[in-house]
């Protein structure tokens, strides 16, 4: 089973269909999503209760296996207990980019780092979109051709890349750039809804983030009408601090 196919959308997400055809003119592809949306799930998996998968088919033809758990559950389930030589897994498309310091909570990115976790080659791609028109066909001649290109030569062990559109028609985009993460902050308050007696309800989200635009990095690249391809690694230990902290004493602590 070369190619697997998931997102954090669930199992009608309006990119799931288009993207599993222009794959499947590679190789064989699996349809394996959460059954309902999973947006800023992260890297979270089910552990405390039952994994519940059923197979389902959409538009009468094409099997899905429908989890009930997250999209880094979807990963772990298909290359440890559904199928066996994975060549490839595909998360995405999201409708939205996954950019900086949202990876951290992208159920998107989550799952490609999953895919990457389990010795698999595996790519997270977003399209920049909100509301208006969207250009779902560049994404997906963007997804074809990484996969097509990753399938015939994989990428390091434990290594992924992120990758983000612009929603633009191919003609007009400005090119492609591998980039470095950037900064995306959330600078607004949480905003409290209301309060009743010992009860506070708060809503996280909605506020439009503030992008540091330094050059390589993939919040720049995107305003500048370029694809963003930003390769990422586990190994998330600072090897700078490490070497000062490395210097200090220590020992004084537990002594």
């Known amino acids: 089973m070369p190619i697997i196919l998931t997102n954090d959308d669930g199992l009608y997400s309006p990119t799931l269909l288009p993207l599993f055809e222009a794959l499947s003119c590679l190789e064989e592809v699996a349809i394996v999503v959460p059954h309902q949306e999973r947006s800023a799930s992260s890297h979270s998996v089910t552990l405390h209760q039952p994994l519940v998968v059923r197979e389902k088919t959409l538009s009468g033809k094409v099997k899905v296996f429908a989890v009930e758990g997250t999209p880094a559950d979807c990963v772990m389930l298909s290359a440890r207990a559904l199928f066996k030589d994975i060549k490839l897994v595909v998360s995405g498309i999201n409708m939205g980019p996954n950019l900086g310091w949202d990876i951290f909570y992208s159920g998107t990115v989550g799952a490609a780092r999953e895919g990457a976790m389990q010795g698999l080659t595996a790519f997270s791609i977003s399209l920049n979109c909100d509301g208006g028109e969207k250009h779902l066909e560049t994404a997906i001649l963007v ?113």
């Open 143 to 255: 997804a074809k051709r990484a996969a097509d290109l990753l399938l015939r030569n994989p990428l390091p062990p434990h290594i992924f890349l992120n990758i983000n559109v612009p929603n633009l028609p191919k003609e007009k985009l400005k090119g492609i750039e591998v980039t470095r993460l950037g900064k995306r902050i959330y600078p607004s308050p949480i905003q409290e809804i209301f309060t009743e007696g010992e009860k506070r309800v708060y809503w996280i989200g909605g506020e439009t983030p503030i992008d540091e635009m330094e050059e390589g990095t993939d919040t720049c690249a995107l305003s500048q009408g370029k694809i963003s391809i930003t390769p990422l690694g586990l190994d998330l230990t600072d090897s700078k601090t490490l070497n000062i902290l490395r210097r200090e004493q220590w020992e004084e602590i537990i002594l």
